[in-house]
């Protein structure tokens, strides 16, 4: 390899080394502040190349950019005395970066002290609030007062709190299984209640309909005895009628009807010659 080689590959070390310690950047999302011997000199917000003392100063970065505490869920009280699971989520920014380096260091320290602040606000704003509050339209100013408390505290952080959210919302497992009880018994009450209520419709319905049919039959049989009475008289009448205009008529057509009634094929009758029965068959033979 040549010698001028040797050089170019020199100097590009040599500046890979050297020139971070005179330039450095800040990039559009970041924000960084400018340490010499631990001491603050400068704090950058704005993008852009900076030139800083070589070997002397230190620049740290952190994020511009909105960030995210996703803590473990944790359990709490309501104000009816029942066991809430909540998992939530912090969103927050740094708003002020000597402070922040000052007072937590960095992200990992700043969630350290901002999880116990969000539980600790979380557990006091939900005591005052019953269970059922916690899973309506209620939800939004519980979280906005625990957010407006917690960006108090944590002003002291250099940090912003955007916002404080509940993702979740459960009972605890071992509440889970009783609170489940009593909603299927709850159930099964209301279910009895429906089905009493049917079943004594149900006997309302078809007490009504039998009293509906006794009064209909009774109607039916007090017209038909009505009918039958009327016919009955009616037949009478023409009965006495045509009695009155030639008894012996009369008399005849009757006999008449007897023997259809009585004298069907293969009737077998043991009687008196004389027989009254027989005396319009007497007479018809005598006149043949």
Known sequence: MKPI???VIALVIVAWIVVPQFLYTVDVTKQAIVLQFGQHIATVDEPGLYVKAPFVQQVIHYEKRILAS????????????????????TRWKIVDPLKFYKTVTNETGARARLDPIVFSNMREELAQHIFSETISKKRDPIMDAVTMKTKEKVQEFGIEVVDVRIKR????????ASVFARMVAERQRMSKAYRSEGAEESAKIKADADKEKTIILADAYEKSQKLRGEGDAQATKTYAEAFQRDAEFYGFL???????????????????????????LESSRLRE
């Open 70 to 89: 996703d803590a473990l869920p944790g359990e709490y009280l309501t104000q009816d005395k029942k066991r809430l699971k909540v998992d939530h989520i």
């Open 169 to 176: 919302a459960d009972l605890p497992k071992e509440v889970q």
């Open 254 to 280: 009757r006999a008449l009807e007897s023997y259809e009634k009585f004298l069907v094929k293969d009737t077998t009758l043991v009687l008196r010659p004389d027989s009254e029965l027989f005396r319009y």
């Open 5 to 7: 080689a040797w050089i």
